[in-house]
């Protein structure tokens, strides 16, 4: 495991990881909120990739795989301010 400083790389990724699922948690409960237009572009979410589903068969085992990341607005924000606050520590 590298370290960077005093922290670990894992531990960055698990800041970034849950600055992300926090802003979004909080981007969908203000989703039904009316701040008069500001809402929709904060909860919106935005594709960044999409990688679909490959499936692959080895006759013992199946395997099935892909990735689909559209954040909204407030999770990338909490992506950010999780980076901000990682840094402090």
Do not use: C, W
């Not at 992300?20 to 909120?33: A, D, M, N, T």
């Amino acid at each position: 495991m590298k370290v960077l400083g005093t922290h670990s790389v894992l531990l960055f990724i698990l800041f970034i990881v849950v600055g992300g699922i926090l802003g979004g948690i909080l981007g969908e409960l203000l989703s039904h909120v009316s701040f008069g237009s500001l809402m929709p572009l904060l909860s919106q979410h935005y594709e960044i990739f999409d990688i679909q589903n490959v499936h692959l068969n080895l006759y013992v085992m199946q395997i099935q795989f892909g990735i689909h990341f559209a954040p909204n607005l407030l999770s990338i924000l909490g992506i950010i301010l999780a980076f901000l606050i990682f840094r402090r520590l």
